[in-house]
């Protein structure tokens, strides 16, 4: 049972005997009206919820079933029936009304009080005239929010019929400009990104979003699925979305998709589903991993309506209402896919990296920990910087700037951002900087592998020395999270030559695209690396020359020498490969 409390001890009186003069919707409706004014009960997807606070202190939307409601009732409403004997003497007079001769005469008939019982609470949960005189709920935060009204934002703090937004907490303070840019960065100061203006700036717009999107400034345009992807475990790709959590008093739904595209109950799509019928605001698709071929997704991300379904109950709700973000190491996704994300790609940092230490109740500690526990006792500070930042863009116009690479659907958005972090964080740079090679390599399984060969090369060392595949191989099966992303088979007994295939065909396409024969140099360029395949002067038992690798940093062959490569679907003819650069092995 839940806990009740009404607005007022003065409970109005509601007569809920229904007759030809007062029919049930019309009851129904009445006490909707009076339960509309409390901001206690709320409709979302045809559903009445009720706002509540949750064992981790973020508030949540919870279903009003009847057994609840036949206890809440009374402390909004007064139940009253006709007294019997009264409503006997009602009908007798009526009768001689329609013509009998004895005098019609309209009874005083008092009303008694009425226990609600469980099938009328039942019943006026589900009608359709009780749900739609209750106020709609959109989105709930614990935060302030900005709302764009009359052609400027204003800051709520509580429930706003118009928008559908519930918020509470204390109204953050106008902040300074540079105050606000310099306190964004310092959120961002200890995470190592691949590419230190395109990644930053993609991570500065998923602080930024939330505001924006649902402030409705974007004027109903979308906003993409907000990705972090890691070169490695532990590197922090979860650490961005607890600091969103940290900034807007959120608590992300978590769950994980995978390549196996399973539905029904237990399924990732039935806890999907779960987060959404029960009105979480914030959704995480955590740890991502395999190829992900979830139409679902795709329909979410632009379709104004879903249909997600969960144990007993099931809604067609609005994504629009909702935050999806996803965290992988090495996931693969469907070009569609791609073109409805926000991809920030961040890197481990070294092990003896030391975090900014912060010193929060008087106590100084070093680690993620100590900069999210710095984040939430300042988050009115970081929230306040996010709406003085969104209040300068309106101020200059709402203006936009284009990108190198068509979002298509979310370009309002990626356009708005490109002109905030440029003229307002001065990176210069492109939101969508190598939008091309990113989606690219990330579209492709082998392009995905190589990148994560790349990375298991530069950590042990090995970048710029020959390898062959079984070196790779023993390097890869001993990380259990690089063995996984490589999709290697421990138990199988073809584990090596099933691995040395798939090397192989990594490169077949550049080598069909410049019809180079299999014992000449290919190069591939794929996101930070540059892979090489060449003939050594050793052979196989059975003949043929053994193919051995070599990996590149590819600004640092850049450096060395111009060579034709292959850029993930993007031709260069900058001259021929140089043998020196393998060491004279070919």
């Not at 717009?205 to 345009?221: D, N």
């Not at 099931?314 to 693969?332: C, G, H, V």
Request: proline share 3%; with cysteine.
């Amino acid at each position: 049972r839940m806990s009740w409390k009404g607005k007022s001890n003065d409970r109005p009186e509601v007569r809920i005997d229904a007759d030809k003069e007062r029919p049930k919707a019309a009851i129904c409706s009445e006490i909707g009206e009076i339960m509309s004014t409390q901001d206690v009960f709320f409709e979302r997807m045809d559903i009445v919820y009720r706002i509540v606070k949750c064992e981790n202190a973020a508030t949540s939307l919870k279903e009003v079933t009847g057994d609840d409601f036949e206890t809440a009732l009374d402390h909004y409403i007064t139940p009253v029936v006709f007294d019997k004997v009264e409503g006997k003497k009602r009908k007798e007079a009526r009768k001689a009304a329609a013509g009998d001769e004895t005098e019609y005469i309209e009874p005083n008939t008092p009303c008694t009080k009425y226990a609600m019982d469980l099938g009328w609470a039942k019943r006026l949960v589900k009608s359709s005239e009780f749900k739609s005189k209750l106020p709609h709920c959109k989105s709930i935060f614990d935060c302030p929010m900005l709302i764009w009204r009359e052609g400027m934002f204003k800051q709520i703090n509580s429930y706003d019929k118009e928008s559908g937004i519930w918020c509470q907490g204390k109204e953050v303070r106008n902040i300074p400009l540079a105050e606000a840019v310099d306190n964004i960065n310092e959120l961002l100061e200890d995470f190592l990104f691949v590419d230190n203006k395109g990644d930053r700036a993609r991570a500065i717009m998923s602080f930024i979003t939330p505001a924006l999107y649902f402030s409705g400034a974007l004027e109903g345009s979308r906003v993409p699925i907000d990705v972090t992807e890691a070169n490695a475990s532990q590197a922090g790709k979860g650490f961005i979305n607890q600091l969103i959590e940290a900034i807007y008093g959120a608590k992300f739904g978590r769950f994980s998709f995978d390549d196996k595209n399973r539905a029904g109950l237990g399924s990732p799509m039935e806890a999907f589903s779960s987060f959404l019928v029960d009105g979480n605001t914030f959704l995480m698709m955590d740890n991502v991993k395999g190829r992900i071929n979830h139409t679902c997704l795709e329909s979410f991300a632009t379709e104004p309506s879903f249909y997600a379904r969960k144990l007993r109950a099931d809604a067609k709700i609005d994504p629009r209402e909702f935050y999806l973000t996803m965290t992988s190491n090495s996931a693969q996704m469907t070009a569609d896919l791609l073109n409805r994300s926000n991809i920030t790609r961040i890197e481990k940092q070294p092990h003896n990296y030391r975090y900014t230490s912060y010193d929060e109740n008087g106590k100084s500690t070093d680690g993620k920990d100590n900069i999210l526990k710095h984040a939430q006792s300042n988050s009115e500070k970081f929230l306040g910087s996010i709406f003085t930042i969104l209040r300068y863009w309106a101020e200059n116009g709402r203006q936009r700037k284009e990108c190198e690479w068509d979002l298509k659907t979310f370009n309002h958005w990626s356009q708005v951002g490109n002109w905030i972090v440029n003229e307002v964080f001065g990176l210069e740079t492109d939101l969508l900087k190598d939008y091309d090679l990113i989606t690219k390599r990330i579209s492709s399984a082998s392009m995905s592998h190589l990148r994560t060969i790349g990375n298991m090369l530069r950590s042990d060392g090995r970048l710029g020395v020959d390898v062959g595949s079984g070196d790779i191989l023993a390097l890869a099966l001993g990380d259990e999270d690089i063995a996984e992303d490589l999709g290697l088979d421990f138990d199988s007994d073809d584990v090596g030559k099933v691995f040395g295939q798939s090397m192989s065909n990594s490169f077949r396409r550049e080598r069909m695209l410049q019809s180079l024969n299999k014992d000449e140099p290919c190069a591939v360029r794929v996101e930070g690396f540059v892979a090489i395949q060449f003939a050594s002067d050793r052979e196989y038992v059975g003949g043929g020359a053994i193919r051995m690798y070599k990996f590149f940093m590819h600004d640092e062959y850049d450096k060395a020498r111009d060579f034709p490569v292959y850029n993930g679907g993007f031709d260069d003819d900058d001259g021929p490969l140089d043998e020196d650069m393998f060491g004279g092995g070919l």
